[in-house]
């Protein structure tokens, strides 16, 4: 069974940036581990993804050129680098993963979640 667990949220100023870690255990299948949000009152929405194993690496538009996830195979690891941090990336952030099959943005698509780490931009 596969389990997820965030760290690294918190609170910054707009411009301001911080770094998300997913660490991933129970499996060393390969897949995709993606990064989703969700604002209140709003649905999930995919923000980032990452073929592991691999350099295929996926953007939301909304966070293009500000956001970079990377992954750090030999510590099972999936980090998100948010940099020029607005406040609309407010939300809570999950990673999510998908063994042997490829990324999509679809959050349904992923069975493995993990709890959501707070992310707050104040302006």
């Known amino acids: 069974q596969v389990q997820l667990a965030e760290s690294g949220g918190g609170s910054a100023q707009a411009g301001g940036s911080l770094n998300l870690t997913c660490v991933a255990s129970g499996s060393r299948s390969t897949g995709c581990v993606g990064w989703f949000r969700q604002a209140p009152g709003k649905e999930h929405e995919g923000v980032a993804a990452i073929r592991t194993g691999t350099d295929r690496i996926y953007y939301a538009d909304a966070v293009k050129g500000r956001f970079t996830i990377s992954q750090d195979s030999a510590k099972n690891t999936v980090s998100l680098q948010m940099n020029d941090l607005k406040p609309e990336d407010t939300a809570v952030y999950y990673c999510?993963?998908?063994?042997?099959?490829?990324?999509?943005?679809?959050?349904?698509?992923?069975?493995?979640w993990g709890p959501g780490t707070q992310v707050t931009v104040s302006s």
């Open positions: 999510a993963a998908r063994m042997g099959a490829p990324c999509t943005s679809v959050g349904p698509a992923y069975p493995h």
